[in-house]
């Protein structure tokens, strides 16, 4: 198994930027693909970001342009970057793990848009 930890939420103010992080338990070179989920409250998970193996990402259209996804192998952890916060951004942010035939999640990471 692989052990998922998120942190880096918090508290921002519309317009402003946060960076998730996603620090994995294990090696994470070889991982089929790495994403950043969210979830408002009363709404469903919704995929925001992922990066693949090779290293292409894809993004969200709420969140093109806004954000960023990347991974660090050498500190095992994966990252979004969030510019230009709005309050439809808001809630629990997961990271999940594609490994193989197998998923991992993580705790969630809460994100407050509010001024």
């Known amino acids: 198994q692989v052990q998922l930890m998120e942190s880096g939420g918090g508290l921002v103010q519309p317009g402003g930027s946060l960076r998730l992080s996603c620090a994995a338990s294990?090696?994470?070179?070889?991982?089929?693909?790495m994403a950043w989920y969210r979830q408002a409250p009363g709404k469903q998970r919704e995929l925001v970001a992922v990066?693949?193996?090779?290293?292409?990402?894809t993004f969200a259209d709420s969140v093109k342009g806004r954000c960023t996804i990347s991974r660090d192998n050498a500190k095992n952890t994966l990252y979004l970057q969030m510019n230009s916060l709005k309050s439809e951004d808001a809630g629990m942010y997961y990271c999940?793990?594609?490994?193989?035939?197998?998923?991992?999640w993580g705790q969630g990471t809460q994100v407050t848009v509010s001024s």
């Open positions: 294990r090696s994470i070179d070889s991982i089929t693909s």
């Open positions: 990066i693949i193996s090779g290293g292409s990402t």
């Open positions: 999940r793990a594609l490994f193989r035939y197998e998923v991992y």
